[in-house]
C-alpha cells in the first residue's frame, strides 16, 4: 500500500484538475462551476493530506519508498524516490495549498477562470519535483509547476501582473535551457541520469573528464539558485511575488524551496564528500552566495516602501539563511536547514495573507508604508503582524528563533566569526525594519476612519493567515520532535550507500521472470 503513496500524489491533483477543467468547459454558469470547482478542490487537498501523512508515518522510521514505474528496473525506470525529506517537503506543500485554497474562496478566485484546476496542477508538479528519482523527471515537473505558476501569477490580470509575469517566463525559459545543458553533460558523461546511480558512478569519473563533470554541475546549480532566487539571479522575484493575488503569492512561498531543495539533492549525495573527483564542485559557492543573499535580501526589506514588495525581500532573505545553513555541508546544518524550511515556509505564506488583508483594509493607502486613517479590524491584524514580525526576526520565544539557533550552533569553527556575524547583523535589521513599519501600520495614524467606507471583510477572512502564523507557535512547542526528524533526516541524506543500495540493488527484474527457450519456440524449432 505504501508504495503506491507517491503515485497518488501525483495522481489525485493531475485527475482533480482535468475534471475541474471539464466542469468548466461543460457549463455556462460560472457561479456553479466555481462552487464545483471549490468542493472538489478542497476535498481532493484534504484526501492529498491525509496520504501525505501516511507518507511521512511510513518514511519516519527510515524507509525509502520507491516506485518503479512499469516495473522496469533501475537506472532505467522513471524512479520514484521517496525519503525522509521528500515525505516532509510533499506534507508541506499539502498543508499551504489547503490554506491557500481556504484564503482564495474569499474572493481571490473569482477574478478569473480555472483557479482551482491551476492550483491542483501547481500541487501536481511540486509533489513531483519533491519525489522524483531521476534529473530528467525533476525538469520535467519544473516545468509543470511553473507552466500552472505562469498562470497563476497573471490571475486576475492587470498590468503590473502582465510585465511580471513576462519577465518570470523569460527567466524561467533561460533556467530550463540551461538545466537542459547541465543535463546532457553529466548524462553524456555518466550514462545516467538516476540520482542513486550518478551518486554511485560520479566518484568513478576521471581527472581527464572532471573539468567537464564541474560544468555541468555548475550549471545545475545556476539553474537551483535561479529557482531559489539566490544572488545574483535573485532579482525577477520582488516583482514576481508582489503582483499575484494573495494566496497566490503565499502559494508561491514554497516554490525557492524547490531550488534549495536542489541543491540538496544534486550536491550532498552526487557531488558530496568522498566523491573522488567529482567531491566539493559546489563547496566554494554555496555558503558565499548564500550570505550574500541573506544581507541582500535584509537591504531590500529596509529599503521597501510597500508591504507586500517587504515580505517578498523577506523570502529573499529567508532562502539566504537556508542556503547558508546548506553551504556548511555538514549534517547538523542540513538538519538546521531542514528545520528552518518548514519555519520560513509556513511563516512567510501567513506573512503575505495577512499583508494582503492589510492591503484591502487600508483603502486608498493600500499597502504604502505611510501613515493612513485607522483601519477596520486593526486590533487582530497587529496581534497577528506581532507574531509574524517576531518570528521572521527571529525572536524567542518562537520558531524562528528556533531555526536560527540550531544553524547558529552547526557552524564550524574556521567559519564562525563570518557566519555569526552576518546572521545576527541581518536579524537585527529586520527587527527594526519590522518594528518601524509596524509603527506605521497601527500607531502613526493620519486620523479617525471614516465610517462611510465601504464595510471591510469579515474578520473570518483572517483565519488562514492566523492559523499559519500560529504554526510558528506550534513548531516551537514541538520543537525538539522536528529537530529530531530532522536530524534523521540529514543522517539519511548523507548516508549516500543506503539510497543507493535501495534503489539500485533491490530492484525487481523486468519482467520478473524470463520465459524459457522452448516456450519461446515452435514445435518445429523456428
Known amino acids: 500500500m505504501n508504495g503506491h503513496l507517491p503515485i497518488a500524489m501525483v495522481a489525485i491533483p493531475m485527475f482533480t484538475a482535468a475534471v475541474g477543467l471539464l466542469l468548466g468547459a461543460l457549463s455556462k454558469d460560472t457561479a456553479r462551476v466555481l462552487g464545483q470547482q471549490r468542493a472538489l478542490g478542497r476535498a481532493s487537498l484534504l484526501v492529498l493530506m491525509v496520504l501525505a501523512g501516511l507518507m511521512l508515518e511510513a518514511t519516519a522510521g527510515g524507509e525509502l519508498l520507491v516506485v518503479r514505474l512499469g516495473n522496469w528496473p533501475s537506472p532505467f525506470s522513471i524512479a520514484l524516490a521517496v525519503d525522509r525529506l521528500s515525505a ?52 520535467v515537473f519544473f516545468e509543470i509547476l511553473l507552466i500552472a505558476s505562469y498562470a497563476l501569477l497573471l490571475y486576475g490580470r492587470g498590468r503590473a501582473r502582465l510585465r511580471a509575469g513576462l519577465h518570470y517566463v523569460v527567466i524561467n525559459l533561460v533556467g530550463s535551457a540551461l538545466f537542459l545543458v547541465g543535463v546532457g553533460v553529466i548524462y553524456g558523461l555518466l550514462g545516467t541520469l538516476n540520482m542513486a546511480d550518478l551518486a554511485a558512478k560520479a566518484s568513478l569519473v576521471s581527472a581527464a573528464d572532471a573539468p567537464l563533470l564541474h560544468a555541468g554541475a555548475l550549471l545545475l546549480l545556476l539553474v537551483f539558485a535561479l529557482k531559489a532566487a539566490i544572488v545574483p539571479v535573485h532579482l525577477w522575484l520582488p516583482a514576481t511575488y508582489h503582483a499575484p493575488v494573495g494566496p497566490v503569492s503565499a502559494l508561491f512561498a514554497i516554490m525557492t524551496k524547490v531550488g534549495v531543495y ?115 479590524q486593526a486590533r487582530p491584524l497587529a496581534i497577528l503582524y506581532l507574531l509574524a514580525a517576531v518570528s521572521t526576526a527571529g525572536l524567542p520565544p518562537l520558531s524562528g528563533f528556533i531555526g536560527k539557533a540550531l544553524i547558529l550552533a552547526a557552524v564550524p569553527d574556521a567559519v564562525q566569526p563570518v557566519v555569526w556575524t552576518v546572521i545576527l547583523l541581518t536579524s537585527f535589521l529586520l527587527l527594526v525594519q519590522l518594528a518601524r513599519i509596524g509603527s506605521v501600520l497601527f500607531w502613526n495614524l493620519s486620523g479617525l476612519r471614516d465610517e462611510a467606507e465601504p464595510a471591510a471583510p469579515s474578520v473570518r477572512s483572517l483565519a488562514p493567515a492566523a492559523v499559519m502564523l500560529a504554526f510558528s507557535a506550534v513548531l516551537a512547542l514541538f520543537g525538539e520532535r522536528l529537530d529530531v526528524f530532522s536530524r534523521a533526516t540529514a543522517a539519511q541524506i548523507y548516508d549516500r550507500q543506503a539510497t543507493i543500495d535501495r534503489v539500485m540493488n533491490d530492484a525487481e527484474p523486468w519482467p520478473k521472470t524470463w520465459p524459457e527457450r522452448s516456450t519461446l519456440e515452435g514445435k518445429d524449432g523456428s
Do not use: C
Open 88 to 139: 516532509l517537503m510533499v506534507a508541506l506543500t499539502m498543508l499551504l495549498a489547503f490554506f491557500v485554497q481556504w484564503a482564495a474562496r474569499d474572493g481571490a478566485d473569482t477574478r478569473g477562470p480555472y483557479f482551482h484546476p491551476l492550483l491542483q496542477f501547481q500541487v501536481m508538479g511540486l509533489a513531483g519535483a519533491f519525489m522524483t528519482g531521476d534529473l530528467f523527471n525533476l525538469f
Open 262 to 376: 536542489g541543491i540538496i539533492r544534486v550536491f550532498v549525495p552526487i557531488f558530496g564528500p568522498g566523491q573522488g573527483w567529482a567531491s566539493g564542485v559546489a563547496e566554494p559557492w554555496v555558503l558565499p552566495l548564500g550570505l550574500v543573499t541573506l544581507v541582500a535580501g535584509s537591504l531590500g526589506v529596509l529599503a521597501a516602501t510597500d508591504l507586500k514588495k517587504m515580505v517578498t525581500y523577506l523570502v529573499v532573505a529567508s532562502v539566504g539563511t537556508q542556503v547558508t545553513a546548506v553551504g556548511l555541508f555538514t549534517e547538523q546544518a542540513l538538519a538546521a536547514a531542514t528545520f528552518y524550511i518548514v519555519h520560513s515556509t509556513l511563516v512567510t505564506a501567513g506573512f503575505f495573507l495577512l499583508a494582503d488583508a492589510i492591503t484591502v483594509r487600508r483603502g486608498e493607502a493600500g499597502g504604502r508604508l505611510s501613515a493612513a486613517p485607522l483601519m477596520p
